[in-house]
């Protein structure tokens, strides 16, 4: 039986549904725009580039150590470039990657959905953000051109102090991009407060914007002693003021607390927006209500609290009362326990749910593995008398990556993979998908297991040369880098292809219960038809899903 149905209904139908990507187009639509969803796609872009660029300067440090003499650098042709190069590498990925990926990519794009607003709260604020990102990022660049800083990403005195090498510019990069991630944590703080939909309680928020408004305190309250401190740095490089330099009376330690007491609360900037999306993918993609919803809430405030009081166990080697670095001993303890709270109940979830073997899944059960290591690892270098032989040495490189790029890598690409059909309305290869995943677990241990094999035995780190007894490890890691890079190299490769040859998602892609998945695919560009109202304590309830099945 047929029906004969108006060409102009037909006509209609064929018309793709307007959305926030195509509600306007041209250049000046994309960059002048205060849409949340569009500045969070550029931060996408922004991040996955500085990502990119600082992994082949990572490739190039793993190319370097495949032998003992070096490969690119030698005592002949200098060692200065292989400094800059793990320099850079820090830079990149720490600053221009990992600080600003999740908050400004996942979190504006995810955050005012889930909390049913049609915004941010400070859109203007929000866009002037991702500007200040991209200055920060081409006042690195310009760094590298007029001869890149070989100091390391800690910028230690009094050797950044004395080198000829563009120390100012690199600080000044980072001085802007610190302003970048204070405009986004005061952003999302407010809009935290003040935009949540009607009924949605604090306790009735996904537990990612509890996971954001924490990193958000963390960016406005301890980023601002970064600023304060390369603003220092260069004006003691310039004038030599004798703030930091023993040579006119300062004190290089001095430095290194002002630095680490912004770094280690950035270390959880860096990790706490993982956790938010590990929280959601898992509760997703097992089907099942996160455990201890109020536990992991509180949770995340209290290591964003702790973090503050930690910094010292960075100085266990610089001189320090024993008696401070037994109470930062004690804290580095202490902040293993709400941390821990949110591994175990990530487990529990999962846990007898009715898990789907997605992509996103498998990410999230690789952070769940590797961020184990990378705490596990942590106790040794919290305890006065492990990490007195394991300080400087492939331990802590190991341990740092097990943290940062084994965990809050591992939680961004989970993020993306989660939100990508509702970020851009298509849908990647899941085959290819869940290749990359497996080749980033295998590469991720192969390249790192060596080196806390060979850190325990004494290697030192931020060395370009070595004795030929730690060659075996270091090429088996080489081997695990690339690794690392063919798996990346494939995700970039589907996802792009995704954009212009993938299949339209179908709305609620992966039957998620919060409100980022009950507007459309992709959302409007108001967000929402209607205002929506929340009912219910229950965050995370998928009975509607077998309601749903039971109807079809």
């Known amino acids: 039986m047929t029906t004969n149905v108006p060409v102009a209904d037909v006509a209609i139908e064929e018309q793709p549904k307007e959305n926030y990507l195509n509600c306007s187009k041209g250049f000046w639509s994309w960059a002048g725009t205060l849409d949340h969803k569009r500045i969070g796609v550029m931060y996408l872009i922004g991040t996955t580039m500085a990502f990119l660029t600082g992994g082949i300067f990572a490739l190039g440090i793993r190319v370097q150590l495949w032998s003992p003499d070096g490969v690119m650098f030698t005592q002949e042709t200098g060692l200065a470039g292989y400094n800059q190069m793990f320099t850079l590498h820090g830079v990149f990925m720490v600053f221009m990657f990992i600080i600003p990926a999740i908050p400004g990519a996942l979190a504006n794009f995810a955050l005012p959905l889930m909390l049913g607003a049609k915004d941010v ?20 660049i310009y760094s590298i051109l007029t001869g890149a800083v070989d100091t390391g990403w800690t910028f230690y005195t009094p050797y950044s102090i004395q080198t000829e090498q563009s120390v100012v510019s690199m600080g000044l990069a980072v001085f802007i991009l610190g302003f970048s991630s204070i405009f986004t944590g005061m952003n999302f703080i407010v809009t935290c407060h003040k935009l ?13 914007c509890w996971a954001i408004y924490a990193t958000a305190i963390l960016q406005v309250l301890a980023t601002p002693v970064l600023g304060i401190t390369v603003l220092m740095l ?10 930091f330099d023993p040579a006119y009376g300062g004190d290089p330690v001095l430095f290194q607390h002002f630095f680490w007491f912004y770094s280690h609360p950035a270390v959880y900037i860096m990790i706490l927006p993982g956790m938010g999306v590990i929280s959601e993918v898992v509760s997703v993609h097992a089907r099942k209500p996160l455990f201890g919803y109020r536990l ?3 949770s995340a405030i209290s290591i964003a609290v702790i973090s503050f009081i930690v910094w010292g166990h960075h100085m266990f080697t610089s001189g320090q009362s024993e008696f401070v670095m037994m109470a930062f001993s004690f804290l580095t303890f202490l902040v293993a326990i709400p941390t821990a709270i949110k591994e175990f109940s990530w487990v529990a979830t999962i846990w007898k749910g009715s898990i789907a073997l997605t992509a996103p899944m498998l990410y999230a059960m690789a952070f769940l593995v590797i961020f184990s290591i990378g705490g ?9 008398s492990t990490d007195i032989h394991l300080h400087d040495t492939y ?33 990647y290869n899941e085959t290819l998908a869940k290749i990359s995943a497996c ?4 590469g991720f241990m192969v390249t790192f297991l060596p080196q806390f094999m060979m850190g325990s035995q004494g290697m030192p780190r931020r060395y370009a040369t070595y004795l030929p007894e730690w060659q075996g490890y270091h090429q088996v890691s080489t081997i695990g880098a690339f ?22 998602a179908r709305e609620n892609y992966w039957g998620g219960a919060t409100l980022d998945w009950k507007t459309a695919t992709p959302p409007v560009h108001t967000n929402f038809d209607e205002d929506p109202v929340v009912t219910t304590d229950e965050i995370y309830d998928y009975s509607f899903l077998s309601e749903e099945k039971g109807k079809a």
């Open 196 to 208: 949540r939909a009607p009924g949605q309680t604090w306790f009735r928020m996904p537990l990612f």
């Open 296 to 298: 992991m809430a509180f």
């Open 234 to 243: 260069a004006f003691e490089h310039l004038y030599h003021i004798g703030i």
């Open 395 to 427: 331990f802590v490189v190991a341990h740092f990556h097990a943290v940062m790029m084994g965990s809050t890598a591992l939680a961004f690409f989970a993020g993306v993979h989660h939100w990508w059909p509702q970020i851009f309305g298509k849908m």
């Open 439 to 442: 080749f980033t677990l295998v």
């Open 121 to 140: 709260a400070l859109p203007r604020l929000n866009l002037a953000s991702f500007y200040l990102w991209l200055i920060g990022t081409g006042f690195a």
């Open 483 to 504: 690794i690392l890079g063919t798996g990346f190299a494939l995700m970039i490769g589907y996802l792009v292809h995704s954009l212009f040859a993938g299949k339209p």
């Open 376 to 384: 596990l690892t942590g106790i040794f270098l919290g305890a006065l």
